[in-house]
């Protein structure tokens, strides 16, 4: 994966699809990557009416899916028990480690994992 490009946090894929200029601006022309929690996240809302979703989607076509596999699995049960994180930000902090990709978040939360490359995002 390249190192110039970003695991987006989903609540980053939020804010880009609320419009956020800064964001894009940081982003570029990178292809960002995404992992499969996120995709799962954005699109599982109840409250997700008929035209979001197919913003969503369109979104997530621009973006490098990542999904899980046995490296990321063992990776975020390490993480889980080290630090305490909820599970499917446990899960993303691994897909970005395994990746080898900077995590573009807003969460603080992620800043007690040494390991991680983390671009931190404040609105």
């Known amino acids: 994966m390249s190192g110039n490009s970003y695991l987006l946090d989903t609540n980053i894929v939020l804010y880009l699809l609320g419009g956020d200029k800064v964001l894009a601006g940081i982003l570029g022309t990178r292809a960002p990557y995404v ?7 954005l699109l599982s809302s109840a409250k997700l009416s008929v035209s979001e979703e197919k913003t969503v989607k369109s979104f997530l076509e621009a973006c490098f899916i990542v999904n899980m596999n046995q490296d ?19 899960i993303i902090a691994a897909t970005a ?19 991680l490359s983390i671009l931190q995002y404040k609105k």
Not at 35 to 41: D, K, N, V
Not at 74 to 90: E, G, M, W
Not at 97 to 115: G, H, I, V
């Open 35 to 41: 992992s499969f929690i996120t995709e799962m996240e």
């Open 72 to 90: 990321i699995k063992h990776l975020a049960i390490q993480i889980r028990r080290k630090i305490s994180l909820k599970l499917p930000d446990s």
């Open 97 to 115: 480690e395994f990746s080898s990709l900077s995590l573009l978040t807003a969460d603080t939360d992620f800043n007690k994992l040494k390991s």
